[in-house]
């Protein structure tokens, strides 16, 4: 296995599109390899295989292929690349010089293509190529554009513009591109339509069908044509989805009518689908044997917008969204809400099971109110560990940290990479289109084309680049700056309840000796102003209470003794209720968003001296429940 992993081979490749394809047998598969095998016998090449795509874009280089040759040369495994001519690679000319320039010199390909007399190791042979590629993808975007006027002017005239039929119809046997009615399907659709004119939603239709056993669109169309496609599940043929049904309810094909260019791609080089404006659509009527009714279509639409129910008190946004999954499935879990509903009715439930039924996933559910206390309780549990371990702690989050923040490092290190090379790639290119130039190799009209289309992609870079610098440094530093939290966990926060006066102040550590100079630091500062603290209430951490301490349970700690000494009334709220201290919990959230989140500490010096300055803004800014006054403000009009 090892020998054949280090084996080095020649690859034939061969591609054809669909515009390829009406250009007759020369330049059919069987053509191109028939040609490159003939090539490569004559030359003497040795270990050879062919590979090819059939049925893609020149300007797609996501083909399977191709995509398996990029790995074997990645892997060492390719020593030459033989194609019939270069448009065979691809139409795309940035991309295919890139490959030509670039990629096949640093990896030690050769490469030929036969008939453009091109060979990587004879270097005259390769001036003409930026030509060339400009050329094919010149090309490729003037049948992109021949091909768009003809699907324009057949959806004009209402002719199916191919593809799969709609569920209920079939190819008419006379002409494939008109529609006629399916025996077996048809009557499927009928009854769609019946049941939503009665009342039922699409979901409850999916599930209707579903227990009747009534075979699915995809499966439907594969049963009878043995073709398959993207999303088929033949294990579950007639299991139904809500889509599926919405689908149908919303397809005018069903009142005889044609549809034509719902969807179109980006550009011939983006081969993505979107949805066009309904605007640019073009909708011929009576194209051929309707399935419903004008009457019942109406019904339809106007039972689905009386059904659609306006969600009240719906605004507040999911703060779990995207962060819990299904134990069993590993599908999203989803927020189940409604007005109907009270707020701790709120529940979490599987995707799948809400779409597809309990044939595919369990029943579970677990309550909002409920997710929110676990998850409350294990980030008591993980700040009490960070004060009582913080080495252990920032380890651990190291740890956890470390290998996302590598991914993500890593990941756009390469893209830095891949960006800084082309940059400097499109200089040369800039370099040698402007000899070309001068030596009459490419016009200037050429030469004007496409130092626009370098000078577009040069900005870009120039644009992009900074952007990933920013968001590497970022990491970086979020990387190694784990003590961060730690800091934050380490801050004494008093509030005076009468003057909403707080008092802020960093340590090392927090234990019973830092909360017990706390108390001294904070009366004092307290008298300062004028205030005399009489009673300070805690929460049940062991830096202020033994009380749930196995062995020191009957000893006051240094705090309460520092209280009593102090001749202050030391309060304990009840356990895990942390809104008895509400005013405190508060802060810390507006202590998050002004202070914290915007700020880098590099020492506890550093941190204490921030926080000082923190404290003194927080003091001075305007608060409701003193009329709009900061407590420094209030504090000198009544006290």
């Not at 690349?81 to 640093?106: T, W």
């Not at 513009?161 to 025996?183: F, I, Q, W």
């Not at 969807?263 to 009527?285: A, D, H, L, W």
């Amino acid at each position: 296995m090892a020998g054949q992993e280090n084996q080095q081979y020649t690859v034939l490749y061969g591609r054809l599109s669909q515009e390829d394809e009406r250009a007759g047998e020369s330049n059919s598969i069987q053509h191109q390899r028939t040609l490159l095998e003939k090539y490569a016998k004559e030359k003497g090449f040795e270990n050879t295989i062919f590979l090819a795509d059939d049925g893609y874009s020149g300007t797609n280089f996501e083909r399977p292929s191709w995509k398996k040759i990029v790995e074997m040369i990645e892997a060492g495994q390719v020593a030459n690349l033989i194609v019939k001519d270069a448009s065979r690679l691809g139409r795309e000319y940035l991309q295919v010089g890139y490959y030509m320039e670039i990629y096949f010199p640093q990896k030690n390909v050769r490469f030929i293509a036969v008939n453009d007399g091109v060979d990587s190791t004879v270097e005259s042979s390769n001036d003409f190529n930026p030509i060339r590629n400009w050329a094919n993808e010149l090309h490729a975007k003037d049948t992109s554009r021949k091909v768009r006027a003809v699907m324009k002017m057949k959806a004009e005239q209402g002719e199916r513009l191919g593809g799969r039929p709609p569920y209920g119809y079939r190819k008419s046997d006379g002409d494939a591109n008109t529609l006629v009615p399916d025996e077996d399907t048809a009557p499927v659709v009928k009854r769609i339509f019946s049941l939503c004119a009665a009342g039922n939603g699409p979901k409850r239709i999916a599930t209707i069908l579903t227990k009747e056993q009534v075979v699915n669109p995809s499966n439907a169309y594969y049963r009878k044509t043995g073709k398959s496609h993207r999303g088929l599940d033949t294990t579950r043929p007639c299991l139904w989805s809500s889509n599926s049904v919405t689908s149908i309810l919303n397809n005018e094909v069903y009142l005889g009518h044609s549809v034509g260019l719902r969807t179109t791609t980006i550009s011939y080089k983006n081969k993505q689908r979107v949805e066009r404006p309904e605007s640019e659509r073009f909708v011929v009527k009576n194209t051929h044997e309707a399935l419903v009714t004008q009457e019942q279509w109406d019904i339809v639409q106007e039972v689905r917008q009386h059904k659609k129910r306006v969600p009240k008190h719906m605004d507040e946004p999911n703060i779990f969204s995207g962060l819990v999954f299904c134990a069993d499935c590993g599908k999203p879990l989803v927020l189940h809400r409604a007005s109907t509903m009270k707020r701790t009715e709120y529940n979490f439930k599987c995707y799948t099971y809400g779409k597809k039924g309990k044939t595919v996933c369990t029943p579970h559910h677990i309550r909002e109110f409920e997710l929110k206390a676990v998850v409350l309780e294990d980030l008591r549990r993980v700040t009490h560990f960070a004060r009582m371990k913080e080495k252990q702690f920032a380890a651990y989050i190291g740890s956890k940290n470390t290998l996302e923040l590598r991914r993500e490092m890593n990941t756009i290190q390469k893209d830095l990479d891949t960006m800084r090379r082309r940059r400097e790639e499109l200089s040369k290119l800039f370099k040698r289109l402007y000899e070309d130039n001068v030596l009459g190799r490419v016009t200037d009209e050429q030469y004007r084309m496409l130092a626009g289309d370098y000078t577009s992609e040069q900005k870009a870079l120039e644009e992009q680049i900074p952007e990933k610098e920013a968001r590497l440094e970022k990491l970086k530093a979020a990387s190694a700056n784990v003590n961060t939290f730690v800091e934050k966990a380490k801050q004494y926060t008093a509030i005076d309840e009468f003057t909403r006066l707080r008092f802020l102040a960093a340590y090392p550590e927090q234990s019973t000796y830092s909360s017990a100079d706390f108390l001294r630091k904070l009366t004092a500062w307290y008298a300062r102003r004028g205030i005399r603290v009489e009673c300070v209430q805690t929460d049940n951490g062991f830096e202020f209470t033994n009380r749930f301490s196995n062995s020191k349970r009957d000893l006051q700690t240094l705090f309460e003794k520092t209280a009593a000494e102090l001749g202050i009334r030391h309060k304990l709220i009840r356990p895990y209720t942390p809104r008895h201290n509400g005013k405190v919990e508060r802060s810390h959230r507006e202590d998050q968003k002004r202070f914290y989140s915007c700020h880098d500490f590099y020492s506890l010096d550093d941190f204490a001296k921030q926080l000082v300055v923190h404290n003194s803004r927080s003091n001075n800014l305007p608060m409701r429940p003193l009329h709009w006054l900061s407590p420094i403000e209030f504090i000198v009009q009544y006290v």
